[in-house]
């Protein structure tokens, strides 16, 4: 039986090269990044860009999607039907389609960094967003505890620090209306297929914010 080491070194056995993307795409063959040359270095980043241009929303999808058996810890709904209820109130409402999808994964990041989420979710979704939209990713947990009167961790002037920033109306709006309504199983929403070519069409958009 083969081994998947090798006994001569005592390293893992070399696995072979991973496919690229696109047939006519060209790996770059090189021991090391220091022997990388200046035109390969433009060779990687024209196939790169082209690479995340094709995955990105996908990847976000799926990330996106592993919410969607997660259990409650105590709401009615989980985080995935949270998101899903925030995009379909705001799609009723009329709201551009780069909202819908901030407001589809706003809290996608919950899972994995509770306290620091939004900026999470600003770190990745934001460079594709107006300005409004990616402050409304990095500070939206600060104007939920507003709602919170009767939390005892909470502090309601959490927000205040955001006082007279130009789109402190905007992120106060959405909270109240979209974010802290979101939480029961009888509010309608719409299923996850109905999000996918407006998800595709935001990161298709070309990078607004570095």
């Not at 035109?39 to 799926?62: H, I, T, Y």
């Not at 969607?68 to 705001?90: C, K, T, V, W």
Request: overall charge negative.
């Amino acid at each position: 039986m083969g081994s998947s080491h090798d006994h001569g070194s005592g390293r893992p056995a070399a696995g072979g090269r991973s496919p690229l993307l696109r047939e006519d795409w060209q790996y770059i063959e090189r021991p090391s990044l220091e022997a990388v040359t200046a035109q390969e270095w433009d060779l990687l980043g024209r196939q790169r860009n082209a690479f995340l241009a094709e995955r990105r929303a996908d990847q976000v999808m799926r990330m996106f999607e592993t919410l969607r058996d997660q259990p409650s810890f105590g709401y009615e709904i989980n985080m995935f039907r949270h998101g899903l209820q925030a995009a379909s109130l705001m799609l009723r409402d009329g709201y551009d389609e780069e909202t819908v999808v901030v407001a589809l994964l706003h809290d996608f990041a919950y899972d994995f960094c509770v306290e620091t989420h939004g900026e999470a979710a600003a770190k990745l979704i934001g460079p594709f967003c107006s300005e409004r939209n990616e402050f409304l990713l990095r500070a939206h947990q600060d104007f939920l505890t507003v709602h919170c009167p009767h939390h005892h961790a909470c502090d309601p002037m959490e927000r205040e620090r955001w006082r007279g920033h130009p789109h402190f109306e905007w992120v106060a709006n959405f909270v109240e209306r979209y974010d802290q309504t979101t939480i029961t199983a009888d509010t309608p929403e719409l299923p996850l297929d109905a999000f996918r070519p407006l998800v595709h069409r935001f990161f298709a958009a070309p990078v607004t914010r570095r």
